[in-house]
Structure formats: structure tokens, C-alpha cells
């Protein structure tokens, strides 16, 4: 028993050694196979990949100094535009200073006029408009008083000269 049992151990260890030089031979093939695919993409990738990179870094290398250039360009107009925005509120304060100062100045002097004006106005009703209507009153007074004293002498006499008009 112990020779057919190391026959079996014998056979079934070369079957194993078989079985797995059969699977490294597959697994040669498997490998050469993809070993070809990605050779093939590594081409690809040389062919396709590469000149578009070495042509986005000599551009990159050509538009540097010109990227430079705007790049300082902008800073120096940013920097001189921060400065005419700084004059030009500054000088807006002053404006709006100076005009309010001198709307103060005008309503002032409005108000000063307009109480010189009342001022006046008071001085004139007291010393020119209050004695003529003084006079005026006295004046229509006695020619209504005289009226009334020639007017009932014509009325004895006869029709008076202001009745005749009222008819007309």
C-alpha cells in the first residue's frame, strides 16, 4: 500500500506541477497581452499627450513676460486710479462743503432780508400808511359832510345834480 499510495502522491504532485506550469504559461500570454495594450497607450499617450503639453509649456514660456508685463500694467493703473479716486473725493468733500457753507451764507442772508423787509413794512404802516388813512379819513369825512350839507339845499330846491346821475 505504501507504493501505490506514493504512486498517487506522485501523480497527483505532478499533476499539481502541470496544473500550475499551465497556469503560469497562461498567465505569460495574459501579461504580454496587456504588456501590448499598455505599451500601445504609452505610445498614444507620447504621441497625443506629450506635443500638446510641450505646446502649453512653450506658450506658457512665450506668454510669461507678456503676462508679466499686464500684470504690472495693472497693478501701476490700479495704484494711479486708487489716486484720481482719492483726489476726486476729496475734492467732492470740498465741494459739498463749500456749498453747504454757502447755502447757510444765503439762507442767512434771506432771513435778514425778509426781517429788514417786515421791519420796513412796519415802519411804513406806522409813520406813512396810518396818517393818510388818518387824512383820508377826514378828507372823506368833511366831503361827505359837505356833500350831505349842499346836498339838502338842492333837495329844497329841487332835484339834486347826484340823483340825476344815479337815474342815468
Known sequence: MSNTLLAWFIGVTGFAVFLQALILVLMFFVMRKTSEKVEALAEEVKN??????????????????????????????????R??????????????????????RADEFITGTMDKLEETRDVVQRTVVSPVRYLSGIAHGLSVGLEAFFGRRRDRNGVSVQQDEMFI
Open 83 to 104: 489716486t484720481q479716486l482719492e483726489r476726486i473725493d476729496a475734492t467732492l468733500t470740498d465741494i459739498v462743503d463749500r456749498t453747504r457753507l454757502q447755502v447757510i
Open 48 to 81: 497625443k499627450v506629450l506635443p500638446t503639453a510641450e505646446l502649453a509649456h512653450s506658450m506658457i514660456t512665450e506668454l510669461r513676460p507678456k503676462i508679466e508685463t499686464v500684470m504690472d500694467n495693472v497693478s501701476v493703473s490700479t495704484t494711479v486710479l
